[in-house]
Structures are given as C-alpha cells and as structure tokens.
C-alpha cells in the first residue's frame, strides 16, 4: 500500500559525488521525518542524515559536511547528495519514513529496498 523507491547508487571514485533519491507511494496521509541508514558488510545498519516535515536534519558524525539531506514535501521525495566520497562510505543505502497512512491514519514505518553504493579506485 506504501511503498519507497530509491534510485542513484553506483560505483564511484574516492572524492566522487553522487546522488540518492527515494519517492513514497501509496496511500499516504503524511509524511512525518524521511531518512537514509546504511549497512556496510558485517556492520550494523545506522542512521547516515535525517530530515523532519519542517526540515529539520540530522547528520551521522561521520558524513557531516560531506552529504546533505533534502526533501520535496510535493513530489514525497527525500534525496541525499553525498560529496568528498570515501571508501568507508561503502554499504547498502536504505531510504526510511515515518508517515501516517491514509487508509487508517496509523503511524507507520517503511523502508526502501536498498541501493549499493560502492567507493573504490
């Protein structure tokens, strides 16, 4: 009924850029916060940026000042442009929602399938 879509990862250069983009679907009421987790191999999936519906962020500590986190309340879309890539910036990027539906109103949580984004010479 809801669902997230993500697109953007690849493989990239040690100082490269790309973009992440993930658009919801669905029967949606609301869009509370959207984010991106990553999962590198072997490690626990954590929290990389974050952003309220009033455009508030959070950054891991470790992407401060490299990645930025954005959002289209229009088009249900939350992008993440990362720059000054680095090899640790490895993992499988998962995009993250907490809305609330608009069949039954209920908060929900949804994550997207994953995109890989691989940081290598």
């Known amino acids: 009924q809801v669902q997230l879509v993500e697109s953007g990862g690849g493989l990239v250069q040690p100082g490269g850029s790309l973009r992440l983009s993930c658009a919801a679907s669905g029967y949606i009421f609301r869009i509370n916060a959207m984010g991106w987790y990553r999962q590198a191999p072997g490690k626990q999936r954590e929290l990389v940026a974050a952003?309220?519906?009033?455009?508030?962020?959070n950054y891991a500590d470790s992407v401060k000042g490299r990645f930025t986190i954005s959002r289209d309340n229009a088009k249900n879309t939350v992008y993440l442009q990362m720059n000054s890539l680095k090899p640790e910036d490895t993992a499988v990027y998962y995009c993250?929602?907490?809305?609330?539906?608009?069949?039954?109103?209920?908060?929900?949580?949804?994550w997207g399938q994953g995109t890989l984004v691989t940081v290598s010479s």
């Open positions: 993250n929602a907490d809305l609330v539906t608009s069949t039954n109103y209920r908060n929900r949580e949804v």
């Open positions: 952003v309220t519906s009033g455009f508030t962020t």
